[in-house]
């Protein structure tokens, strides 16, 4: 019997693919510990608007290949974009640990945005083949759960620094990531809900087409209009925390990064943590007994968002800003373990990977421009506008998604969707 047809195998699955999504956050999430270290080899990184420079431009790249990566996984196998996927961005992390210039540093934090934008979308709905039933949201969130080690683990990047170097620190765990796609390779294995046609047979004429019905599908869709905006709405907060927290903690606190580094990020990674989990095991018992008991766990963890961010804008002192990333990170890991499942409500198999990966576009471009923004909001003194602004857009999120997110299945067909 192949490994792929044994009874655990879907959660082997989960499980290789864990791993993978703690890479690829670590190996982003890093360089926002470990600017003070770097800053003395690279000089330009003690602005803030050219670190925020720097953490953009891997999202914007990132975002724009986004929908072309997902059409990709829609068409091709997912295995082989996933292994090439880790195998490049750890490749480029080791990279980084040998440059002493801003420009090349630039360059390679763009390439590690193509890298990392070919595995989310592949990966989300190879897990969502695998578990098409009751399993789908705790699976998922098992996967997601991957993100928030990445991040914990990302956050102790300036202690690594300080005990070996920042250059060691990128070297060594991209070296990590080079070495597990090797294992990818003997383990993973593909599985599509649907047959495409052979390959042989295809036409790039045909191929294009096929993409273009995929589009069409999509933003013929009000629900996936709505999917759009929650996601842009809630990367706004989300890339702010995951960038920013560290640097805002150690700049209100007068604390050392290698003390606000961990703290922020692991306070904040740590109930998402939580939340992903929570929100996979209520979302499949919640919809178990009611068809939008994804959307209702969704919306109650955008909900939290929302006194959150207040906490973080008025606040004061340590244990106000921890409160505030621990309801903060529940409420974003409860939202971000059903927008897959959401997905899979609303649009058939063959379509999926596109669809996330046109939601990852918004969503990152998003936090692209928050990033940029905030960090010359720092340095000109307006930034508790940018918290403003946020606050108010989740809250339409949540009315939106309430007012117009209304399955009938819990897993779309193209057959539903004909009809």
């Known amino acids: 019997m192949k490994i792929q047809e044994r009874k655990f195998y879907p959660w082997l699955v989960i499980l290789l693919l864990v791993v993978v999504s703690m890479l690829n956050y670590l190996d982003r999430q890093m360089l926002s510990t470990l600017r003070p270290a770097m800053q003395v080899d690279i000089k330009e990184l003690e602005s803030y608007t050219n670190f925020g420079r720097l953490m953009a431009i891997f999202l914007w790249i990132y975002a724009i290949l986004s929908p072309v990566s997902g059409m990709i996984a829609d068409r091709l196998n997912r295995k082989w974009l996933i292994v090439g996927s880790l195998f490049v961005w750890s490749a480029v992390t080791a990279g980084m640990g040998f440059v002493t210039n801003y420009n090349v540093l630039l360059v390679l934090r763009g390439l590690m945005g193509i890298s990392e934008a070919f595995y989310i979308p592949a990966a989300l709905s190879l897990a969502a083949d695998y578990h098409q039933g009751s399993t789908r949201s705790t699976a998922i969130g098992i996967l997601t759960s991957g993100i928030y080690l990445g991040q914990i683990f990302g956050g102790f990047g300036a202690n690594v620094a300080s005990m070996l170097s920042w250059q060691?620190?990128?070297?060594?765990?991209?070296?990590?990531?080079?070495?597990?796609?090797?294992?990818?390779?003997?383990?993973?294995?593909?599985?599509?809900?649907?047959?495409?046609?052979?390959?042989?047979?295809?036409?790039?004429?045909?191929?294009?087409?096929?993409?273009?019905?995929?589009?069409?599908?999509?933003?013929?869709?009000?629900?996936?209009?709505?999917?759009?905006?929650?996601?842009?709405?809630?990367?706004?907060?989300?890339?702010?925390?995951?960038?920013?927290?560290?640097?805002?903690?150690?700049?209100?606190?007068?604390?050392?990064?290698?003390?606000?580094?961990?703290?922020?990020i692991t306070s904040l990674a740590l109930s998402s943590f939580v939340g992903v989990f929570l929100g996979?095991?209520?979302?499949?018992?919640?919809?178990?007994?009611?068809?939008?008991?994804?959307?209702?766990?969704?919306?109650?963890?955008?909900?939290?968002?929302?006194?959150?961010?207040?906490?973080?804008?008025?606040?004061?002192?340590?244990?106000?800003?921890?409160?505030?990333?621990?309801?903060?990170?529940?409420?974003?890991?409860?939202?971000?373990t059903n927008n897959m499942p959401i997905l899979c409500q609303f649009v058939p198999a063959r379509y999926r990977a596109t669809g996330y990966g046109i939601m990852n576009l918004v969503g990152i471009a998003a936090g692209a421009l928050i990033t940029t923004e905030l960090g010359k909001a720092m340095d000109m003194g307006y930034k508790d506008i940018i918290f403003y602004l946020m606050i108010a857009t989740v809250a339409l999120a949540v009315v939106f998604q309430l007012l117009v997110l209304k399955p009938k299945t819990l897993d779309m067909t193209e057959e539903q969707m004909n009809r």
């Open 280 to 336: 996979g095991w209520l979302s499949d018992k919640w919809s178990s007994k009611n068809i939008r008991g994804r959307v209702f766990t969704s919306s109650t963890g955008l909900f939290m968002i929302i006194p959150a961010l207040i906490l973080m804008c008025f606040g004061k002192g340590l244990a106000v800003t921890i409160i505030s990333a621990v309801v903060f990170g529940i409420g974003f890991g409860m939202y971000d």
């Open 168 to 264: 060691h620190t990128f070297i060594i765990f991209g070296a990590v990531g080079v070495l597990y796609s090797f294992v990818l390779v003997a383990l993973l294995r593909e599985k599509k809900a649907y047959v495409n046609q052979p390959a042989e047979k295809m036409t790039l004429g045909m191929e294009m087409k096929q993409s273009v019905k995929g589009l069409a599908v999509l933003f013929g869709n009000i629900a996936f209009w709505v999917m759009l905006y929650y996601f842009a709405a809630l990367n706004l907060p989300g890339w702010t925390t995951k960038n920013w927290l560290p640097t805002l903690l150690s700049d209100s606190m007068n604390m050392p990064m290698e003390q606000a580094g961990p703290i922020a």
